[in-house]
């Protein structure tokens, strides 16, 4: 089993950066393929962003690309969403989450993810 704490969340203008960190601790993290989810109100939870476990593969929701960079530091046990440009619609609550066994045909699903953060909020004022 992994725990994950997410932080970074904050209030922020509109073009304002953020960076979201996801600590974990227990299992290995490195044995983990990780994922950033969001979720605004009224909606279904969405995916943002992947990462697999050394980090050489990534993909991205195409309303983030090119705004957002998910990355990890296995030695840290920590993953990370750098948010740039941030936009009204980015906010949500963001989760991170870790699938143990790598299904990365079907990351963008959050049934896929073994493991939750309680999740950090995110808001971008207009």
């Known amino acids: 089993q992994v725990q994950l704490v997410e932080s970074g969340g904050g209030l922020v203008p509109t073009g304002g950066s953020l960076r979201l960190s996801c600590a974990a601790s227990?299992?290995?993290?490195?044995?983990?393929?990780m994922g950033w989810f969001r979720q605004a109100p009224g909606k279904e939870r969405e995916f943002v962003a992947y990462?697999?476990?050394?980090?050489?593969?990534?993909d991205y929701v195409d309303s983030v690309k090119d705004r957002f960079t998910i990355s990890r530091d296995n030695a840290n046990n920590t993953v990370y969403l750098q948010m740039n440009s941030l936009k009204p619609e980015d906010t949500a609550v963001y989760y991170c989450?870790?699938?143990?066994?790598?299904?990365?045909?079907?990351?963008?699903?959050?049934?896929?993810?073994?493991?939750w953060g309680q999740g950090t909020q995110v808001t971008v004022s207009s």
């Open positions: 227990g299992r290995i993290f490195s044995n983990y393929d």
């Open positions: 990462i697999n476990w050394i980090g050489i593969i990534r």
């Open positions: 989450a870790a699938d143990a066994r790598s299904r990365s045909g079907i990351r963008r699903q959050s049934a896929t993810y073994d493991y």
